[in-house]
Every structure is written in structure tokens, then in C-alpha cells.
């Protein structure tokens, strides 16, 4: 199920748009009121269209998997000697 959030976004999103639909039919003329209703409409769709996160959760999951599986690579591997492989050791 849909969070409310989502669900209010929607019903607001078009109910601006009805809003706005509506008052330039009646005053026949474009009003600071058109304006208001059609300047808020996109606030409405971004909080309707930002509701639908199912995708994030599964990216999350599998990041998670895949630092495991790099720090499993990263442990097993000793690294070698500097000064074995020729390497100056730097005097602080």
C-alpha cells in the first residue's frame, strides 16, 4: 500500500490543477489566483513523485553486499614488505 504522503500529493497535485481550471473558466482572464494555483502544482507532483522510493531500499541492500565482499578481498590479501620489494623507507 501507498504511503498517505503519496496519496495526498496526488489529490493535491490535481486539485490545483482542477483549482486553476476552474477560476480562469469563471473570471475568464488569467489572475494572480491562476498563477498561485498553477506556480503550486509542481511542488504537489515532486512530493507525489518522491514518495515512490522502493528502488533506494534495494540499492541500499545490495551496496551493503558489496562493501562485504570487498572488505572479504581486502582482508585476505597481506601486503608486501616495503623494504623487501626495494621501496626507501621514508624518515620522518
Known sequence: ???????????????????SINSLISESALTIEVWVYLLLTPAALAFALSGNSNYLS??????????DNINEINT??????PVEEGFDVPVL
Do not use: G, H
Open 58 to 67: 534495494t540499492q541500499k541492500n545490495d551496496l551493503a553486499e558489496a562493501s
Open 1 to 19: 500500500m501507498r504511503s498517505s504522503r503519496v496519496i495526498l500529493s496526488w489529490l493535491a497535485f490535481f486539485l490545483l490543477i482542477s483549482l
Open 76 to 81: 585476505k590479501k597481506n601486503p608486501p614488505d
